[in-house]
């Protein structure tokens, strides 16, 4: 049915949106977001459709493809889709039991660290740069001063590399959790901790309190 009203394709500033592109996102906003009739789904769907193309022109016009942070970003989104796609998948097959997800959930309640930390990082691209850089803090030099000329994340690099603080468990950095267990205020990481897509971090402790639930 949702075919009768998308059977017309548009132009957005010369890019066109077929008519299969239409219905087919239709049918997903009716399955996924319970839209229900035909003539919302359309106009929803072509709205979206819509800002799809603006954006993606004003981005190719911008060369932002070429950005190694935005590449990065799509990226990492990328692997997130596919995650959620791939455990969902396996969930519709292999159902999990309300015995399975309690003990689950005494697992992490075990794990939890009810503090917040603070951390100061840099991003670099290469293991390489990730030491020389652990060598220069370790001779004395300012590791505020290297985040705002190394680091590739230029948000944090505005400020010294410095994070707002953040509950450990949320610290999106795999294994800092437990790696930061044993450190104190101001100590150094002193291995680089490498994620994905070749970047590589290193960080520094910088304070931690109380998080009150």
């Known amino acids: 049915m949702s075919t009768a009203l998308a059977q017309t394709a548009l132009k957005i500033n010369g890019q066109t949106i077929s008519a299969a592109e239409q219905k087919e996102l239709m049918e997903l906003l009716a399955k996924e977001k319970g839209i229900k009739g035909q003539e919302a789904q359309l106009t929803m769907a072509r709205q979206i459709l819509s800002e799809e193309k603006i954006i993606g022109q004003v981005a190719w016009r911008q ?6 942070l935005v590449k990065r970003k799509i990226a990492e989104s990328k ?28 697992a992490l309640k ?29 001779i004395g030099e300012k ?3 290297l985040a705002k000329e190394k680091s590739l994340d230029k948000a944090s690099a505005a400020d010294g590399g410095l994070l707002p603080f953040t ?15 044993g450190l104190k205020k101001g100590q150094l990481y002193k291995q680089p901790m490498g994620i994905r897509f070749s970047a590589w971090r290193i960080a520094e402790w910088c304070r931690c309190r109380l998080l009150i639930r």
């Not at 060369?63 to 190694?68: A, F, G, S, T, V």
């Not at 939890?112 to 293991?127: A, M």
């Open 110 to 138: 075990r794990q939890h660290n009810p503090n917040e930390v603070q951390i100061r990082y840099i991003l670099v691209d290469s293991e390489k740069e990730a030491k020389d850089l652990l060598y220069l803090i370790e």
């Open 143 to 145: 590791m505020d001063k």
């Open 79 to 106: 692997n997130r889709i596919y995650r959620e796609a791939l455990v969902n998948s396996y969930l519709s097959k292999h159902p999990v039991t309300d015995q399975e997800l309690s003990a689950a959930y005494e």
């Open 63 to 68: 060369k932002l493809e070429r950005d190694p």
């Open 167 to 181: 509950a450990v468990s949320k610290v999106n950095i795999p294994g800092f959790a437990n790696a930061v267990k």
